[in-house]
């Protein structure tokens, strides 16, 4: 069970679920459960890490994906092709 903080719902169907702890979720149109993706190693406390406040559809660099916001790991770019998630810096750091 997650707690979910937020809920996207992108041009392919696709429903992106931002958690508490758990990641960014992806389920499909029936809301199965698809992907659970985890984007913080730290050594953090459970409960403080892998967590996404907010997720919008966003390109950078060339690629579509997601810009997700997060708690525990600052501003990300996931690109559900290669499945991997990148920071990106805000206000140059």
Same mark, same amino acid.
């Given at each position: 069970?997650?707690?979910? $903080?937020?809920?996207?719902?992108? %041009?392919?169907?696709? *429903?992106?679920?931002?958690?508490?702890?758990?990641? @960014? +979720?992806?389920? /499909? !149109?029936?809301?199965?459960? $698809?992907?659970? +993706?985890?984007?913080?190693?730290?050594?953090?406390?459970?409960?403080?890490?892998?967590?996404?406040?907010?997720?919008?559809?966003?390109?950078?660099?060339?690629? %579509?994906? +997601?810009? *997700?916001?997060?708690? /525990?790991?600052? *501003? @990300?770019?996931?690109?559900?092709?290669?499945?991997?998630?990148?920071?990106? !810096?805000?206000?140059? $750091?």
């Amino acid at each position: 069970m997650a707690l979910l $903080q937020h809920v996207h719902v992108d %041009n392919h169907e696709t *429903v992106w679920a931002g958690s508490w702890g758990k990641g @960014l +979720l992806r389920f /499909d !149109a029936r809301g199965h459960l $698809q992907e659970h +993706l985890l984007f913080s190693n730290a050594k953090l406390p459970e409960g403080t890490k892998n967590i996404v406040r907010h997720c919008i559809e966003f390109s950078y660099r060339g690629r %579509n994906g +997601l810009l *997700v916001g997060t708690y /525990d790991a600052g *501003v @990300l770019f996931f690109d559900p092709s290669h499945k991997t998630f990148t920071p990106i !810096a805000v206000n140059g $750091q």
